[in-house]
């Protein structure tokens, strides 16, 4: 059984492969709000602080984060979803999977697979076919699979 996974920042949708491959049937669809909202929107918090010492002198400085908190609410969503495959791959729900993203998303999604899910992955399709209509999918999904043969 093959799996579809169709994702950005925002939402995911999940669907198996049905009818050779021609039907999508929807398995889930998971929603991430904080997505859409900005570094401003989210609770950034001052960086926290911290102290040095040194034969001289106390040392005071900032301590830097390098993921921004809107990133940082991306891949939990990310972790999210990966975490649903992960549970459905250790009850045998799925053999393959197709991962259809916009790309930055697609890239947080790949760096945060397993190598269980890893070698799932049929292909990849670097889109936000999201909103797009089902027939759109299924055409990507086909191309795609003529490309890799």
Known sequence: ??????????????????????????????????????????????????????????????????VSPHDQEVILFAKRIIGFLEHNRTTHSFDKLILIAEPHFLGILNRNLNEHLT???????????????????ITDIEEQERLVG
């Open 119 to 137: 070698r799932l992955v049929t292909f990849s399709i670097h889109k936000d076919l999201v909103s797009e209509n089902l027939n759109k999918v």
């Open 1 to 66: 059984m093959t799996w579809v996974v169709i994702a950005n920042a925002i939402e995911c949708d999940i669907y198996k492969r049905t009818n050779k491959g021609k039907d999508l049937q929807e398995i889930t669809r998971l929603a991430h709000p904080e997505g859409r909202l900005s570094n401003q929107n989210l609770k950034e918090g001052k960086p926290g602080r911290s102290f040095e010492s040194g034969p001289r002198s106390f040392q005071r400085h900032t301590k830097s984060t390098e």
